[in-house]
């Protein structure tokens, strides 16, 4: 069992920055591959991007490429989304996620582990 507590989001202005922290605690984090998942209202979850256990390789999403980092650190057992140039529309709840195998993956129910999501809102 792995539970992933998100925090950090909040409401920023178009073109600002915010970095969303994942907390995990339980199993051995550097165990997992981590995903950051994100849901609009009405809209379906959607992959943001991805880091494999040692940090060594990440993807992204086309609509976040160049505009997003995801990194890790395994002393900490954390997981780090740091967003600029941010847009109105990647205004959304923002999941992290764990789950094995030894790279990521687009498909959310490859993930096993999931945190409760935090509000992120970008303003026009």
């Known amino acids: 069992q792995v539970e992933l507590v998100e925090s950090g989001g909040g409401l920023v202005q178009a073109g600002g920055s915010l970095g969303l922290p994942c907390a995990a605690s339980g199993r051995t984090f550097s165990n997992y591959v981590m995903g950051w998942f994100r849901q609009a209202p009405g809209k379906e979850r959607e992959f943001v991007g991805a880091?494999?256990?040692?940090?060594?390789?990440?993807n992204y999403a086309d609509s976040v490429k160049g505009r997003f980092t995801i990194s890790r650190d395994n002393a900490k057992n954390t997981l780090y989304l740091q967003m600029n140039s941010l847009k109105p529309e990647d205004t959304a709840v923002y999941y992290c996620?764990?789950?094995?195998?030894?790279?990521?993956?687009?498909?959310?129910?490859?993930?096993?582990?999931w945190g409760q999501g935090t509000q992120v809102t970008v303003s026009s």
């Open positions: 996620a764990a789950k094995w195998g030894s790279m990521g993956s687009v498909i959310d129910q490859e993930y096993k582990y």
């Open positions: 880091i494999n256990w040692s940090g060594g390789i990440t």
